[in-house]
């Protein structure tokens, strides 16, 4: 008997020669529990995906209802309509681009990057391009690289996904008028690591062990509201998975929060 959320499945078969009087058999014993759990996830995972697309899908459909019959000759309300139309579309263009990116990745799961990559452009051109958003968050962005980092083993356009989340995720969730950063060090004689430091609302204890599980949030509403789809760190721990790396999170609420990633380091 193991504990009661263990799945077996039994084969008994009876072994006609060994015992010609039929008395013994032979029984096989299947652990599917691992099996069992995956297939549940994946369940949990397409009910969860079709819940987040419906939303917007409903939303969408109620203001074309509304835009051809009560609206039809307010052009004020055209306009606003249209607006939050636009909205939805988009969120329902990213939810869908992040999980056929999740998708892409599980398939590449075993499969390990093995490029030169230097650290310092990769965050350079994400803060390129993020340097917009913090502006508009009223949030200083900033970048420290130790001299003499050593190059990090991976996947460029990967490495990019993970610090673009990183760095989008400080910057939603900061407090205005605060400073992220971005510092990357040598660790050891064998790795770098890259930490995006946030001054925002901290994550409670709790809520960290489950973080990166797809659409875990602390806050749904809240992470919606910021254009979140709930995918982002659980693409970033596949991503640092996939490179051999790990990814450490230290947060105090009403403070701030910490995301290191480590890498492997090129010879
Ligand atoms: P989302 O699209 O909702 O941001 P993520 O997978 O990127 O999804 O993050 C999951 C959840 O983790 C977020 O909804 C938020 O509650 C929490 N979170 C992530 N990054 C931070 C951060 N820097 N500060 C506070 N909370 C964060």
């Known amino acids: ?12 078969r009876r072994l006609p020669r060994a015992a010609a009087d039929g008395s013994l058999a032979l029984i096989v014993l299947h652990d599917t529990t691992a099996l069992r759990r995956a297939e549940r996830m994946r369940a949990d995972f397409v009910a969860n995906a079709s819940h987040e697309l419906k939303t917007p899908i409903a939303g969408l459909a109620g203001f074309i209802e509304t835009l051809r019959g009560p609206a039809r000759d307010d052009t004020a309300a055209r306009e606003r309509f249209l607006g939050i139309m636009a909205e939805q579309a988009d969120r329902m263009r990213r939810l869908v681009d992040d999980l056929l990116m999740l998708s892409r990745i599980e398939q590449h799961e075993h499969a390990r990057p093995d490029t030169a990559i230097e650290i310092d452009r990769v965050l350079k051109g994400v803060l390129d391009l993020l340097q917009l958003k913090a502006g508009s968050r009223k949030v200083a962005l900033e970048l420290s690289v130790e001299p003499d980092l050593p190059a990090a083993v991976g996947d460029y356009d990967e490495l990019t996904i993970v610090f673009q989340n990183l760095v989008d995720n400080a910057l939603k969730y900061a407090k205005p008028n605060t400073t992220v950063r971005v510092s990357a060090r040598p660790m050891g004689r064998d790795r770098i690591a890259v930490a995006v430091a946030d001054e925002g609302d901290g994550i409670p204890a709790n809520h960290l062990p489950r973080l990166t599980e797809r659409f875990y949030r602390v ?20 991503i640092v998975n996939r ?10 609420p009403g403070k701030g929060s910490t995301f290191t990633v480590m890498l492997p380091a090129a010879d």
Not at 1 to 12: R, S, T
Not at 243 to 252: E, K, M, N, V, Y
Request: no cysteine; glycine share 14%; aromatic share 0%.
């Open 1 to 12: 008997p193991g504990p009661p959320e263990l799945d077996v499945v039994a084969h008994v």
């Open 219 to 238: 806050d749904a509403a809240r992470s919606r509201q910021l254009g979140g789809t709930g995918l982002g760190l659980a693409i970033v721990k596949h």
């Open 243 to 252: 490179h051999r790396g790990r990814l450490d999170i230290q947060s105090t």
